[in-house]
């Protein structure tokens, strides 16, 4: 798609601190609230639902778009995630998005950067398996803020860690931003939209797609004032009698909706996943219905 002058024109790309923050400076003494939106590219109907929940409670939306690298601890992983500008820009000017927000890494990450060690929810779900992934989140994200200092921030239910951990982080040294938390969204198959999953071929969806499924069939069939540690030992169960057709987890496990604990009844918790469909490394949670 060519962009055209005019609907440029409703739409700023701005690719430097200093011309954002003029922006913004004019936002906010117009007394103009402002949404944000954190991604790392590879737009979707998932940060779809970000922006529009933005929009319907701001009056301007800011999306930026940074891969950024502090937040893999695999340098592979890095290389292989999707790109692709031009559609980024075609999908934020589709949802009428007033700023993208797109600096390099020089611009987030000055010489002699101090990464921000993350102390929240440590040990457990990916923080566990990915060493060093949410150090990498806090930082840019306390940079993002800092930058743009919004009215409210939005981040995924699908990262249930992540959207703890930030809203944790923003109550300890962002109180004045209020972190929203927006539901997953599925395709008609049921897979959750993820940028990693244009690194799957037709069989690996279809893998993935018929595993969800049989696996809300089956925690929707428990009683939901199970524990939350006799409901694992069924799932662990479960899992190991049935062929998923998953190469390898890293977990699988019901864990408290508040605290990220083992401890209470299935009722109030969700059910967390990460598995690799051959190299590729997917995350997933819901609760039961």
Do not use: W
């Not at 950067?113 to 929240?120: A, G, M, V």
């Not at 930058?147 to 239910?157: D, K, Q, V």
């Amino acid at each position: 798609m060519i962009l055209s002058q005019s609907l440029l024109l409703k739409m700023l790309i701005i690719k430097d601190i200093v011309n954002l923050q003029a922006y913004l400076k004019t936002y906010k003494l117009n007394n103009e609230k402002i949404g944000f939106v954190p991604t790392m590219g590879g737009l979707h109907e998932g940060h779809g639902n970000l922006i529009k929940s933005s929009q319907e409670n701001n009056d301007k939306t800011i999306v930026s778009i940074f891969l950024n690298p502090k937040q893999f601890n695999n340098i592979e992983d890095l290389k292989r995630y999707p790109v692709n500008k031009g559609d980024d820009y075609d999908y934020c000017l589709k949802n009428k998005i007033d700023i993208i927000f797109e600096p390099n890494e020089y611009e987030i990450y000055p010489l002699n950067y101090k990464l921000i060690k993350n102390n929240f929810f440590q040990n457990i779900l990916c923080d566990k398996f990915r060493p060093g992934h949410f150090d990498g989140v806090v930082s840019v994200v306390s940079e993002l803020f800092k930058i743009i200092e919004p009215s409210n921030a939005y981040f995924g239910y699908k990262d249930y860690q992540q959207f703890k951990i930030i809203d944790q982080l923003a109550k300890k040294k962002f109180s004045k931003i209020i972190i929203k938390g927006v539901e997953t969204v599925r395709d008609e198959t049921g897979l959750a939209f993820s940028t990693r999953n244009n690194l799957l071929n037709s069989n690996s969806k279809e893998i993935y797609s018929k595993f969800i499924f049989n696996m809300k069939n089956f925690i929707n069939s428990l009683d939901s004032g199970l524990e939350i540690s006799t409901a694992n030992n069924l799932v662990r169960d479960f899992i190991k009698d049935t062929n998923t057709g998953i190469g390898k987890f890293d977990y699988h496990e019901f864990r408290s909706d508040s605290d990220l604990s083992l401890k209470g009844t299935i009722n109030d918790s969700r059910f967390f996943l990460a598995f690799y469909l051959n190299s590729t490394r997917l995350i997933d949670n819901f609760k039961i219905d």
